[in-house]
């Protein structure tokens, strides 16, 4: 069956960096974007960034332009998310979702359990 | 960035009544909705896409319906197991993807 496993959450500083994994398994990895989304504590969900099939593309919230990186090892099975600059607005369960695409829509059809990340000093 | 909003926040229901949830996108996203269940502790599940069409696995007793802007989730003859948050998101205009602020589904 299709899984997907998030992992790296932490207690980190401000300021600090951290990168989380999602190893995948149960699907052709290598044929499918991803997604990472995220959930403040009580709060509702937000989606953070995209990443294509093959990794030339990319796209990112405003909220963690420029601070936060999606990226992929295809002979890994494993997606990544460098995150620099953490801020207090960060902390989160963090969770990786793959993207069912059909004519450039795409629906987030599974989802990893999710890995808190918790931004304080 | 098409800002996605759900009402109730809370809605408070029977066992085998009928609940009726909504959500409206800022501006036309056609057909490219999805509903999500989230309960407490666990990662979001794909109920329904493409507005109606159910994703696999999901009980005939939860349906959507809408087109542009006005969406619904209906959910008959509710079952306590379907005590949760339900997420609406729009995936037409991206990025980025948008979701609503969620609707609370407490049974009675």
């Known amino acids: 069956q299709v899984q997907l496993v998030e992992s790296g959450g932490d207690v980190v500083q401000p300021g600090r960096s951290l990168r989380l994994s999602c190893a995948v398994s149960?699907?052709?990895?290598?044929?499918?974007?991803f997604h990472w989304v995220r959930q403040g504590p009580g709060k509702g969900l937000e989606w953070v960034t995209v990443?294509?099939?093959?990794?030339?593309?990319?796209y990112y919230a405003d909220s963690v332009k420029g601070r936060f990186t999606i990226s992929r090892d295809n002979s890994k099975n494993t997606l990544y998310l460098q995150m620099n600059s953490l801020r207090a607005e960060d902390t989160a369960v963090y969770y990786c979702?793959?993207?069912?695409?059909?004519?450039?829509?795409?629906?987030?059809?599974?989802w990893g359990q999710g890995t808190l990340v918790t931004v304080s000093s | 960035e098409i800002v996605m909003t759900q009402s109730p926040a809370t809605l408070s229901v029977s066992p085998g009544e009928r609940a009726t949830l909504s959500c409206r996108a800022s501006q036309s996203v056609s057909s490219n909705l999805a509903w999500y269940q989230q309960k407490p502790g666990q990662a979001p599940r794909l109920l329904i896409y493409?507005?109606?069409t159910r994703a696999t696995d999901v009980p005939a007793r939860f349906s959507g319906s809408g087109s542009g802007t006005e969406f619904t989730l209906t959910i008959s003859s509710l079952q306590s197991e379907d005590s949760a948050v339900y997420y609406c998101?729009?995936?037409?205009?991206?990025?980025?993807?948008?979701f609503g602020q969620g609707t609370k589904l407490e049974i009675k």
């Open positions: 493409g507005a109606s």
């Open positions: 979702a793959r993207s069912y695409c059909s004519n450039g829509k795409c629906i987030f059809d599974y």
């Open positions: 990443i294509s099939n093959d990794g030339s593309n990319k």
């Open positions: 149960g699907l052709t990895f290598s044929s499918y974007g």
């Open positions: 998101q729009q995936y037409n205009n991206w990025p980025p993807y948008t």
